[in-house]
């Protein structure tokens, strides 16, 4: 009988012990109510100590313990839960919930083993019901509680996308930047060479595009650049990159397309700039022109060997006299 009256003992300490571990983590009260953190971690040490008395056979401290820690403790978490739920952590109103159910429990018990209620069926039912109950809030607790992660991962992960893109985009055209260019140019070789597919790269530079800066000013530069950066993704397919390589030069890399297709695509690209008119602020009418050189890509080359062709055939349409596409 002795035996068995020091394991209730041991088994109650281990019971106080993962609940005070369950609400710190549940609440993450290290964080939210530091103070209360600190008298819950005093009660998991006092748990052991507890569990240490009951097996040295040191009942009455126990139970002096027991009564003490069983009284504080609820409070603390019944305290903990409270301010969690009024910082608008939603999950606490279940734990809150189950805590003032457990509460009820140990305040009846401690009552009727007092004397003050009588042992009835209701007292008697009462225990396993109530804790029946505390387990149902806490599983709804939990289940809120991983909703909530849920979303706020899903949220995280859309953080994240959204910052990489921004990371890959330039900020006036939304075309991508040469950092995305560099990354996707090296996979697009790879993938060339793996299929054994055409890959061409377009280079375009706007026709004396400081004259345009210099005379209509930079305003209407940049109306022009992002004009461009539109006519770049209207004339090229959803898995062609075209992406701004830096001040008015831009590159289209066309995977899976021989030189013919793409320098039909770069003379899509030329028409379209001849036909646009821009206009300044105070209404002055200009036109701008592109001029672009095409490399396709060559068994065994480097990327930065494909950008060096195609940048000669771009120097070359600068020559021959300017919006033109040379390949």
């Given at each position: 009988?002795?035996?068995?009256?020091?394991?209730?003992?041991?088994?109650?300490?281990?019971?106080?012990?993962?609940?005070?571990?369950?609400?710190?983590?549940?609440?993450?009260?290290?964080?939210?109510?530091?103070?209360?953190?600190?008298?819950?971690?005093?009660?998991?040490?006092?748990?052991?100590?507890?569990?240490?008395?009951?097996?040295?056979?040191?009942?009455?401290?126990?139970?002096?313990?027991?009564?003490?820690?069983?009284?504080?403790?609820?409070?603390?978490?019944?305290?903990?839960?409270?301010?969690?739920?009024?910082?608008?952590?939603?999950?606490?109103?279940?734990?809150?919930?189950?805590?003032?159910?457990?509460?009820?429990?140990?305040?009846?018990?401690?009552?009727?083993?007092?004397?003050?209620?009588?042992?009835?069926?209701?007292?008697?039912?009462?225990?396993?019901?109530?804790?029946?109950?505390?387990?149902?809030?806490?599983?709804?607790?939990?289940?809120?509680?991983?909703?909530?992660?849920?979303?706020?991962?899903?949220?995280?992960?859309?953080?994240?996308?959204?910052?990489?893109?921004?990371?890959?985009?330039?900020g006036l055209t939304k075309l991508?930047?040469?950092?995305?260019?560099?990354?996707?140019?090296?996979?697009?070789?790879?993938?060339?060479?793996?299929?054994?597919?055409?890959?061409?790269?377009?280079?375009?530079?706007?026709?004396?595009?400081?004259?345009?800066?210099?005379?209509?000013?930079?305003?209407?530069?940049?109306?022009?650049?992002?004009?461009?950066?539109?006519?770049?993704?209207?004339?090229?397919?959803?898995?062609?990159?075209?992406?701004?390589?830096?001040?008015?030069?831009?590159?289209?890399?066309?995977?899976?397309?021989?030189?013919?297709?793409?320098?039909?695509?770069?003379?899509?690209?030329?028409?379209?700039?001849?036909?646009?008119?821009?206009?300044?602020?105070?209404?002055?009418?200009?036109?701008?022109?592109?001029?672009?050189?095409?490399?396709?890509?060559?068994?065994?080359?480097?990327?930065?060997?494909?950008?060096?062709?195609?940048?000669q055939a771009l120097y070359r349409?600068?020559?021959?006299?300017?919006?033109?596409?040379?390949?």
């Open positions: 009988m002795q035996k068995n009256f020091y394991l209730i003992y041991v088994f109650s300490g281990c019971g106080l012990f993962f609940a005070v571990w369950f609400c710190r983590a549940f609440l993450q009260t290290y964080k939210n109510t530091p103070l209360i953190d600190k008298i819950l971690l005093a009660h998991m040490v006092l748990a052991i100590v507890w569990i240490f008395m009951s097996f040295s056979g040191m009942y009455y401290p126990v139970q002096h313990l027991s009564s003490l820690l069983g009284v504080i403790f609820p409070v603390m978490a019944i305290a903990a839960g409270g301010v969690a739920f009024f910082n608008g952590f939603r999950p606490a109103g279940y734990f809150l919930a189950a805590w003032s159910v457990l509460s009820a429990v140990i305040l009846v018990w401690a009552l009727r083993g007092m004397g003050v209620i009588p042992q009835t069926p209701v007292i008697t039912y009462f225990y396993p019901v109530a804790v029946a109950l505390e387990s149902i809030l806490l599983s709804l607790a939990l289940a809120d509680r991983i909703r909530i992660l849920r979303l706020q991962k899903r949220a995280l992960q859309v953080r994240e996308r959204r910052l990489l893109v921004l990371s890959n985009t330039d991508y930047n040469k950092r995305y260019f560099d990354e996707n140019l090296k996979t697009e070789i790879i993938m060339s060479s793996n299929l054994d597919t055409p890959l061409s790269l377009l280079i375009l530079d706007l026709d004396d595009f400081k004259k345009v800066n210099d005379v209509y000013g930079h305003p209407a530069g940049d109306q022009v650049l992002v004009r461009l950066g539109e006519i770049i993704r209207d004339s090229v397919r959803d898995n062609d990159c075209g992406c701004r390589y830096g001040g008015e030069e831009f590159v289209v890399i066309l995977p899976g397309t021989d030189k013919d297709k793409a320098m039909d695509v770069g003379e899509r690209i030329r028409r379209a700039v001849c036909a646009d008119t821009f206009s300044t602020a105070d209404n002055k009418k200009f036109s701008v022109t592109v001029s672009m050189g095409l490399a396709r890509l060559n068994r065994g080359e480097t990327g930065t060997e494909l950008i060096e062709r195609a940048d349409a600068k020559r021959e006299g300017k919006n033109r596409i040379v390949g």
